[in-house]
Antibody, heavy 118, light 110 residues
């Protein structure tokens, strides 16, 4: 059974940094691209970043480009999102998700809440 | 900001058929990128409902169906049930913006 378990969400001050993680199990992690999607309180879904299966290619939403870094450790079956220069508008539940096929997501984690506030 | 537009809400009585539209543009749905649909029950993570325009993952009831024409797509729910009350999102790829989600539609069962 595919499982994605996020961790690391916390309350952080504006301008601060945080790293969230996603532990994957139940599938061959190093053969799938992985992505982060976030959802601000009461709002819709927003794609954040994607990383290829071998970590060679990464892409980011314009809203986080230059501040967030996606990475993965295929030996530890873990996906990461390093978030720097955090802003209030980054407050959201961050979902780790597995990309299937060319453009869709077939499995989602339960999410981890990141709150940016002073 | 979402580039795929959905109606904020739709509603129907149990057993009825409801449809949710998803309107895009030439840079996403109109560029032959597939559309996918997700269901998000209250307080839970999204779940894949339809992929590549009209395919259902195993476990998704055949009451759910999808279609796409040009720059628009739609999700239909036939035989509406109380457990279908949720938020629904379309998603595709945009040549300028990468992955994009719709604005979301809340389905209410009357």
């Amino acid at each position: 059974e595919v499982e994605l378990l996020e961790s690391g969400g916390d309350l952080v001050q504006p301008g601060g940094s945080l790293r969230v993680s996603c532990a994957a199990s139940g599938f061959t992690f190093n053969t799938y691209a992985m992505t982060w999607v976030r959802q601000a309180p009461g709002e819709g879904l927003e794609w954040v970043s994607v990383i290829s299966s071998n970590a060679i290619r990464t892409d980011y939403a314009d809203s986080v480009k230059g501040r967030f870094t996606i990475s993965r450790d295929n030996h530890k079956n873990t996906l990461y999102l390093q978030m720097n220069s955090l802003r209030a508008e980054d407050t959201a539940v961050y979902y780790c998700a597995r990309r299937a096929g060319a453009t869709h997501i077939d499995y989602w984690g339960q999410g981890t809440l990141v709150t940016v506030s002073s | 900001q979402s580039v795929l537009t959905q109606p904020p809400s739709v509603s129907g009585a149990p057993g009825q058929r409801v449809t949710i539209s998803c309107t895009g543009s030439n840079s996403n749905l109109g560029s032959n990128y597939d559309v996918h649909w997700y269901q998000q029950l209250p307080g839970t993570a999204p779940r894949l409902l339809i992929y590549n325009n009209h395919y259902r993952p195993s476990g998704v009831p055949d009451r759910f169906s999808g279609s796409k024409t040009g720059t628009s797509a739609s999700l239909a729910i036939t035989g509406l049930q109380s457990e279908d009350e949720a938020d629904y999102y379309c998603q595709s790829y945009d040549s300028s913006l990468n992955y994009v989600f719709g604005t979301g539609t809340k389905v209410t069962v009357l």
